[in-house]
């Protein structure tokens, strides 16, 4: 297994623990929740950058690398539903946006089909970042440091929540429909290519 393929894996070993440590009673374990989701990001940028260098891309690394970075964004909506933050609904729309998109695009390219990424799905994942980040550091911060609990109760509060959440959820939801959208044609070529596949054997 090459390094860039060993550093995806890395990424899904981490995280469970992410969310072990994070969804925790102990202050000391949710900080440093925050240092292993920090790392476990790290790696997305790393692996790719090592891939690229020792030219050392590969289509089981273009498969696994996004499904991996899918899941460790997921893990974080659903320990932030499970801690009563954001809503299950908005968490398994987006869930399944993600999931099923990376999944869709993963199999395009090992039939070698290469889809468009459009530059509002690169919004959607900046915005999941920020908010994904700002309320990790928010609660580990809360639950630290009681002098700021004032400021960061507005921050928390339930009405914020929700509507950041149902930005997030809206914008990941429009992009995912736009990007089958976009892609319709190369998506039926490559599902037309697996059925004929199916037929001839």
């Known amino acids: 297994m090459t390094l860039p393929n060993q550093l995806t894996v890395l990424r899904i070993l981490l995280t469970p623990l992410f969310v072990v440590l994070f969804v925790s009673d102990n202050i000391v374990l949710k900080q440093l929740s925050v240092a292993v989701y920090a790392v ?43 801690l009563g933050l954001v809503r299950w609904w908005m968490v398994w729309a987006i869930v399944i946006r993600d999931i099923s998109i990376t999944l869709l695009r993963s199999f ?55 509507y950041s959440m149902l930005v997030v959820t809206v914008l990941t939801l429009g992009t995912g429909l736009q990007y089958v959208v976009d892609n319709f044609k190369m998506i039926q070529t490559s599902f037309r290519a697996l059925s004929g596949r199916a037929e001839s054997e």
Do not use: C
């Open 108 to 162: 395009a390219e090992l039939r070698g089909n290469s889809l468009h990424t459009n530059f509002s799905a690169k919004i959607k994942t900046f915005t999941q970042m920020v908010f994904i980040y700002g309320l990790l550091i928010a609660v580990v911060v809360r639950a630290t440091t009681p002098e700021l609990s004032r400021v960061l109760s507005i921050v928390l509060s339930q009405g914020v929540l929700y």
């Open 40 to 82: 476990a990001a790290l790696t997305d940028w790393y692996d790719g950058w090592v891939a690229r260098k020792i030219g050392k891309v590969t289509r089981w690394g273009n498969f696994l690398d996004p499904l991996a970075d899918k899941i460790l964004t997921s893990s974080a909506f659903m320990a932030f539903a499970w």
